[in-house]
């Protein structure tokens, strides 16, 4: 899972990005600072992994992982090549989903594009500078479509379903606002489509460390526009992430508390990012190996499996199972318990992977 960090420049997204990958992009105050993008692997923390390893003593102790990508600053004009323009834009359509870092905190020393704190404002130079790339796109596949699409009805179905999306973009709002009303197909061509304001988004309301826990009147306008484009959106100061990064567990825990912030950035990122897409995590557990593996909420026990290896899922059996939760609160965190009191289950090809399952698949070679 690959998610791109855009923002304007000098809104905090390469101090937010060093902080969360400890990766040590460039991060210095004027724009640009950011050409090509830097690209961290960031360990998910799971307390569900950890405590498994304990329990285990496991030769290996796995996390599942997400792939940050810092990318450069857009401006004003980036659809029609401005700044690093179509080279950023190009950057964005790699990535699964966008994390759009907003600048919510004053500081006369940082200076801001457009020389006043606005975060509405940002919001839309960036949601329009996509929109505009995306118009550009839908401009030449429908007229590319309509041609062949008198004698095809199905292309036909296609260019209506371009011209709606064109219509929403016209209005000045992202393709992704459309999503809710289209059905299982249509939402799949969209999909396919591209678009950059159609890919799934996080605002990052970036705020100053007075306001870490709370937030400010900044934050709360950027929280209250994420809500209505039915994005998702998380309060972090970007200073502290970076302050933190440095420190051990329970040192962070420690300082955090001492701050009244209840999680750190990364945490509300990760759990933000996994909502966005839809995304939960299974376990398998053992002396050789605990491991947490990421797969779509929906996913069938043999297609879980198959996230293990192919041959998991061709010669799928079944998959024993048991809740993380039920697992340590009712078996004190034993499997001979599990089977005892008859709550290690076992499931067949249509069962439904449950985020926090410890599954053990059983399988013909």
């Given amino acids: 899972m690959k998610l791109g960090i855009v923002g304007l420049p000098n809104v905090g997204k390469s101090t937010l990005f060093n902080a969360i990958t400890k990766a040590g992009a460039e991060a210095a105050n004027y724009p640009f600072c950011t050409i090509e993008p830097n690209v961290g692997v960031v360990t998910v923390p799971d307390k569900r992994v950890t405590k498994l390893h304990e329990l285990y003593n496991s030769k290996r102790t796995i996390y599942t992982t997400i792939e ?91 260019v209506e379903i371009m011209k709606k999306v064109y219509a929403v973009l016209e209005d000045g709002k992202s393709a992704r606002t459309i999503s809710d009303d289209l059905d299982e197909d249509e939402h799949a061509f969209v999909q396919s489509l591209d678009l950059l304001s ?84 299974f376990l398998t557990a053992g002396e050789d190996e605990v491991r947490a593996w990421t797969i779509t909420d929906g996913t069938k026990a043999p297609q879980a499996a198959g996230k293990i290896h192919t041959d998991f899922e061709r010669g799928f059996i079944r998959a024993e199972t048991i809740s993380y939760d039920t697992f340590m609160n009712e078996c004190d965190g034993s499997m001979t318990k599990a089977k005892e009191k008859g709550l290690l289950r076992s499931e067949g090809k249509d069962y439904v992977v449950k985020d926090g399952d410890i599954i053990t698949f059983l399988f013909n070679v």
């Fill in 198 to 281: 159609f890919k799934p988004i996080i605002y990052v309301a970036n705020v100053g460390e007075d306001d870490a826990a709370t937030g400010n009147e900044y934050s709360k306008k950027v929280e209250e526009f994420a809500e209505q484009e039915g994005a998702r959106s998380v309060t972090i100061c970007a200073e502290i992430e970076e302050e933190i990064s440095e420190l051990e567990d329970d040192e962070k825990a420690e300082y955090l508390q001492e701050l009244g912030i209840e999680e750190s950035g990364l945490d509300k990122l990760v759990k933000a990012s996994y909502s966005l897409l839809n995304l939960i995590s």
């Fill in 68 to 158: 940050f990508c810092d990318i450069a600053g857009l401006v004003k004009g980036a659809s029609k090549g401005e700044g690093l323009g179509n080279k950023f834009l190009g950057h964005i359509r790699e990535t699964a989903a966008i994390v759009h870092v907003v600048r919510c905190f004053e500081d006369e020393n940082i200076v801001h594009v457009s020389g006043k704190i606005d975060p509405l404002d940002d919001i839309d130079t960036i949601n329009t500078e996509l929109i505009l790339s995306d118009m550009e796109v839908l401009d030449r596949r429908i007229a590319k479509a309509s041609k062949a699409a008198r004698n095809d009805k199905e292309l036909a179905k296609e």
